[in-house]
């Protein structure tokens, strides 16, 4: 299995950095794991937020035709699908019974993304009401996909 993650913007703290190498590390004796951060846009530099956005998003759009055409592509937004983490384990399994081996994960920037990019993308992925730093995202993303190995496995660590 191969999973790509699409994240504007790169990790600037150690500790985010450390989270996200600690998570990837175990993730990585499941699946290949490649991440691609796309630059985030200043909104001062190219006219406001919408055009940050616009051009963000034009990027994301880029990555995912770089992928595999089977790829299934997940957009995570607070307006997704919310799932348990048994929820997202049995969803994994269902598309890998399907045949789906690529899965790409999209992070948007600080001004969201696109309908364009939502078009685009399979499904949405919801990890609450809440509003996540991307960076925290991020982490959020890679313990659950780890979490979602262990439960298929039936390996120790979901409780």
């Not at 992928?67 to 299934?72: G, R, V, W």
């Not at 049995?90 to 078009?119: M, N």
Request: glycine share 6%.
């Amino acid at each position: 299995m191969k999973i790509t993650v699409i994240a504007v913007g790169k990790l600037k703290e150690r500790f985010w950095e450390s989270a996200c190498a600690e998570y990837l590390k175990r993730l990585r004796a499941y699946a290949a794991v490649e991440i691609r951060e796309l630059p985030d846009i200043d909104p001062h530099r190219v006219g406001g937020d919408l055009q940050a956005r616009e051009r963000e998003s034009a990027s994301i759009l880029q990555a995912i035709d770089s992928l595999p055409a089977k790829t299934h592509t997940v957009l995570l937004s607070i307006d997704g699908t919310t799932r348990t983490s048994e929820q997202i384990a049995a969803r994994l399994e269902e598309l890998r019974l399907e045949g789906v081996s690529d899965f790409a994960f999209i992070i948007g920037g600080s001004y969201g993304v696109d309908t364009s990019v939502a078009a685009r993308a399979d499904e949405t992925l919801s990890f609450g009401a809440i509003t996540l730093p991307h960076n925290l995202a991020r982490v959020v993303l890679f313990e659950q996909l780890y979490r979602a190995f262990k439960i298929l496995r039936r390996e120790p660590y979901h409780k």
